[in-house]
């Protein structure tokens, strides 16, 4: 866990990492249909990759409207601090672009992770992908 490092991506340079991990959370793991999980909004958003001693375990993106998305962990690094990492990332990144509105759409089971980065729930539960969420916000000081 030493060597965690979060970097912003290139989307073209990083692709095959970027969805592999996807992939391997999302789609294998999740059931998430493929033609949920890829859309035109990777093509301009800001992408972070999470890597230890160089290794890619973890991805997010940022939009520019400030919702952050796709956040994903492979499963052996969980619980090891990287999605908070990532998180972190995707926060400074929206606030140094004048984001302070932070918006995501959340697993129902993940709530109390957003909350802890300073999010709040301000939807009622719903479907996507066949998973219930919920919206949350986050709103800079």
């Known amino acids: 866990m ?7 991506a290139d989307w073209q340079q990083d692709n095959a990492e970027l969805r592999r991990i996807r992939e391997t ?11 949920l999980e890829w859309d035109s909004d990777d093509a301009d958003a800001v992408h972070f990759l999470a890597l230890e001693s160089g290794y890619p375990i973890g991805t997010a993106r940022l939009l520019n409207d ?6 994903s962990v ?3 690094w969980r619980g090891m601090n990287v999605g908070g990492a990532l998180m972190k990332a995707a926060i400074d990144e929206a606030e ?3 984001l302070n509105e932070q918006r995501l759409t959340a697993q129902v089971h993940a709530t109390s992770f957003y909350e ?6 301000v939807s009622e539960e719903f479907l996507e992908a066949g998973l219930p ?7 800079s000081h």
């Open 133 to 139: 969420h919920v919206d949350m916000l986050r709103k």
């Open 74 to 76: 492979l499963r052996d």
């Open 25 to 35: 959370v999302f789609i294998a793991e999740q059931s998430v249909p493929p033609e």
């Open 66 to 71: 400030g919702h952050i998305g796709r956040v």
């Open 96 to 98: 140094r672009r004048g």
């Open 116 to 121: 802890r980065l300073g999010f709040e729930v």
């Open 2 to 8: 030493s060597n965690i490092e979060v970097r912003i």
